[in-house]
């Protein structure tokens, strides 16, 4: 996840940083090795420019991941392959962003939509489709469901970002900081600027911009595909394609999802949600708390919108579930697939999943 911007956006930049607080609690992983990470797994061409997708197995509905901001393929490396022993799967890179190329349109939700789908008419994926998204993907797999609600079963949405999370936040902070002035002249890190940073064609290495833009990788990934991530993460086109997401993250891609439907039925929609976290140096454990329920608030809201709507609150976890615990993330799918299916009832509202 890369740490730019965070504390304004709440967690919707996410390129593989998955070093948290309940990283030593957590299962060991194995080890992400597979060579698909070094290059293209298919370049799909969608009308003149190409996307890179990753499918993997056989088997229907096919279960299709959308990342989150700044994120490619290798976010869904340690749940991919386990929903691929049952099920045709496919992760890919947007627009710009890991070895796709780059688009002349605005990093959107619905642009995004429209990628995707195309590339999955072109590659010969037929519906139906159980959809994951990760954070700012979250929004976008909204988009989809309501585009081609026809075509969609399911959704699973892994920390997701809410089109009001922004608003919300503000109006959190002003009321944060009445209570502790102090909070609002509080040091806020400055834009690295970071296409800036990559005009040469690259973020150079001993850049002070290269890690605030690139970002962190999880500590599991094989040093080979971490090399090879960075490297294309640092190009000019991959920032200049984050900058335009994180550009119509609050504005364009908020609305598109805004205008979505608010009911979709018995459409199991199950929402994961990172374990509740510590109150930062100097915040009041009180604020914090009200932290936590804005956004598993935001959460409930989403999964309210099915009758087969849950939000599992996942214990030991981060921002970056799918890389803290993606056997939670498999779970979910799973049980997803199966309400889809009928072959399972309706999942319990529970607040302590294990």
């Known amino acids: 996840m890369t740490k730019r911007k965070v504390a304004a956006l709440a967690a919707i930049g996410?390129?593989?940083?998955?070093?948290?607080?309940?990283a030593d609690e957590a299962p060991a992983r194995p080890l992400v090795t597979d060579p698909v990470y070094l290059g293209p797994a298919r370049l799909v061409d969608i009308g003149g420019r190409r996307l890179n997708l990753y499918c993997r197995g056989r088997g229907s509905p096919a279960v299709i991941f959308d990342a989150g901001a700044n994120d490619t393929t290798i976010?869904?490396?340690?749940?991919?392959?386990?929903?691929?022993?049952t099920h045709m799967t496919c992760s890919y890179d947007r627009a710009g962003l890991g070895f796709s190329d780059a688009s002349n349109r605005p990093g959107t939700s619905a642009n995004?939509?429209?990628?995707?789908?195309?590339?999955?008419?072109?590659?010969?994926?037929?519906?139906?489709?159980?959809?994951?998204?990760?954070?700012?993907g979250g929004m976008?797999?909204?988009v989809f469901a309501d585009r081609y609600r026809d075509e969609v079963v399911g959704m699973v949405i892994v920390d997701?970002?809410?089109?009001?999370?922004?608003?919300r936040a503000k109006a959190r902070e002003a009321l944060e900081a009445a209570e502790m002035p102090a909070l609002a002249h509080r040091d806020v890190p400055p834009d690295?600027?970071?296409?800036?940073?990559?005009?040469?064609g690259a973020i150079p290495k001993d850049s002070p911009a290269y890690t605030p833009c690139v970002g962190e990788m999880y500590p599991g990934v094989d040093q080979a595909i971490t090399d090879k991530t960075f490297a294309v993460m640092a190009a000019l086109k991959s920032q200049k394609a984050h900058a335009s997401e994180d550009a119509n993250f609050a504005t364009v891609s908020a609305d598109e999802t805004r205008?979505?439907?608010?009911?979709?039925?018995?459409?199991?929609?199950?929402?994961?949600?990172?374990?509740?976290r510590p109150a930062p140096k100097g915040i009041p454990q009180a604020m914090q708390d009200r932290r936590t329920m804005v956004w598993e608030q935001l959460h409930n809201e989403v999964a309210a919108m099915s009758t087969h709507g849950v939000n599992w609150i996942v214990p030991r976890s981060g921002h970056t579930i799918?890389?803290?615990?993606?056997?939670?993330?498999?779970?979910?799918?799973?049980?997803?697939?199966?309400?889809?299916?009928?072959?399972?009832?309706?999942?319990?509202?529970?607040?302590?999943?294990p």
């Open 112 to 136: 995004d939509v429209d990628d995707i789908h195309k590339a999955l008419q072109v590659a010969h994926i037929k519906p139906p489709y159980l959809l994951v998204g990760h954070s700012a």
């Open 322 to 353: 799918n890389y803290d615990r993606p056997e939670i993330v498999i779970d979910a799918i799973n049980l997803a697939l199966a309400i889809a299916t009928g072959q399972a009832s309706q999942p319990k509202v529970t607040h302590d999943q």
């Open 192 to 200: 690295p600027h970071c296409v800036d940073a990559a005009k040469s």
């Open 14 to 22: 996410c390129l593989m940083m998955a070093a948290t607080a309940w």
């Open 75 to 85: 976010a869904w490396a340690l749940v991919q392959p386990a929903i691929s022993k």
């Open 160 to 167: 997701g970002s809410h089109e009001d999370q922004v608003s």
């Open 140 to 142: 976008a797999v909204r």
């Open 259 to 276: 205008a979505t439907r608010r009911d979709f039925g018995d459409m199991p929609i199950i929402m994961l949600t990172h374990a509740p």
